[in-house]
Every structure is written in structure tokens, then in C-alpha cells.
């Protein structure tokens, strides 16, 4: 079945407490991307990778980092996270020009 | 910059009515892609349509049609015979050349039975 995964679901810590979600995809898409969701904001784009080690920002990087060593794989990390990112993560894939596949996204609560 | 305006927050229909749900944008590409995505309580993120800027004709998926008016910046949904199913967030969606996605702050839709 294609689909993009992510782990954990859902994760409360603390703050400054380094963190990584996980996100794997088997389309073998070239390009994955990671969002936030607050209420009222809609999504907000964090980082997107066109391919394997090519990353890029998205509108709202600051205390994010990514990294694309394998096609399937786009981990998102907060090294030191803040009350401020506490926040919905989705996790996204696609060809280029098409639309995004979504993960289940990822809850997380920074205390 | 690139801005995806929603300017309902909630909706609200009679089952098997039609609605529309207005987006607008901003962009100073000649070239994008535009969607509708539906986001029911579970979370997950569902495409509802797709269309990209260079064709004129309306994309349609069964009950959901668009209409994409680009002089203006404008791409509504109208869902017809609308089902309780349909209840959901709604998020119109902007890709551009750069491969950099935006999204409106979404419109919640209600469905009476």
C-alpha cells in the first residue's frame, strides 16, 4: 500500500529536550516536505527536500533541521524544542507538480 | 510573496444542497498548481481536486468542481448533493516552480442533516 508514515503519533517533552520525527514514504517520490498546523494558520511549510541530499526552507524553519540521506527518509528535528513549537507535524511526499501525499501527522506538546 | 486567502472561517449546508467555499491568492508566478485538500476530524489530509494555472477548463471530481478564474486570483470549491460525509476543514493549497507549497487558514464546513 503507498503511503507516508510518521513516528511517533503523538510526543509530549520538555523543553530543550532534542527530538526527531520520523517520516518514510514507498513511492519512491523525489520531493518531501514538512508542515506545522495551528489553528487558524492552516499549514505552514517547515523544510522541503527536492531530492536526496537537496533541502530547502519553507516559510517557517527557524528551530527546525532536516536531513535527506535516503530517498524514502525526511526526519525532522527540533535540537532544542520551545513552548512555541508545540504544534501538529505533517509530513508530505510527492512527483514534482502533483499533489502531496500526507502522513498521519504527529502531535506534539512541548511543556 | 505568496499568500492563499480564506475568507470563511465555517460553513454550514443542508445535506444534498450545493456550497462553495471561496479561495484566493497571490502570486507572481505565471505558472502554479492548485488544490483542495479535506481534512475530516481523523486528521488526515485527503485531496479533493487538483488544477494547474495553464488550463482554462475546471477541474471536476464527481460532486466536487472548481471554478478557477485567473484574472482574478480566484479558486472556489463547490461541492454539490452534499453529503454528511463531506463535514470537514477544508484547505485550498498553492504550489509554485519552487516546489514551495502554501495553504489558507482553512474553512470549516458543516453538513445538516
Known amino acids: 500500500e503507498a503511503q507516508v508514515t510518521q513516528n511517533p503519533r503523538y510526543l509530549i517533552t520538555v523543553t530543550g529536550k532534542k527530538l526527531t520525527v520520523t517520516c518514510s514514504q514507498n513511492?519512491?517520490?523525489?520531493?518531501m516536505s514538512w508542515y506545522r498546523q495551528d489553528p487558524g494558520l492552516g499549514l505552514r511549510q517547515i523544510y522541503y527536500s527536492m531530492n536526496v541530499e537537496v533541502t530547502d526552507k519553507g516559510d517557517v524553519p527557524e528551530g527546525y533541521k532536516v536531513s535527506r540521506k535516503e530517498k524514502r527518509n525526511f526526519p525532522l528535528i527540533l535540537e532544542s524544542p520551545s513552548p512555541n513549537q508545540t504544534s501538529l507535524y505533517f509530513c508530505?511526499?510527492?512527483?514534482?507538480?502533483?499533489?502531496?501525499?500526507f502522513g498521519p501527522g504527529t502531535r506534539l506538546t512541548v511543556t | 510573496a505568496q499568500t492563499v486567502t480564506q475568507s470563511q472561517p465555517e460553513m454550514s449546508v443542508q445535506e444534498a444542497e450545493t456550497v462553495t467555499l471561496s479561495c484566493t491568492y497571490d502570486?507572481?508566478?505565471?505558472?502554479?498548481?492548485l488544490f483542495w485538500y479535506k481534512q475530516p476530524p481523523s486528521r488526515q489530509m485527503i485531496l479533493v481536486i487538483r488544477?494547474?494555472?495553464?488550463?482554462?477548463q475546471n477541474a471536476t471530481e464527481n460532486r466536487f468542481s472548481v471554478n478557477f478564474q485567473k484574472a482574478a486570483k480566484s479558486f472556489s470549491l463547490k461541492i454539490s448533493d452534499s453529503q454528511l460525509g463531506d463535514a470537514a476543514m477544508y484547505f485550498c493549497?498553492?504550489?509554485?516552480?519552487?516546489?514551495?507549497?502554501?495553504f489558507g487558514s482553512g474553512t470549516k464546513l458543516n453538513v445538516k442533516p
Open positions: 508530505a511526499s510527492s512527483l514534482f507538480g502533483y499533489e502531496q501525499y
Open positions: 493549497a498553492m504550489g509554485d516552480n519552487f516546489n514551495k507549497f502554501y
Open positions: 513511492m519512491n517520490h523525489e520531493y
Open positions: 502570486t507572481s508566478e505565471s505558472d502554479y498548481y
Open positions: 488544477q494547474e494555472a495553464y488550463k482554462q
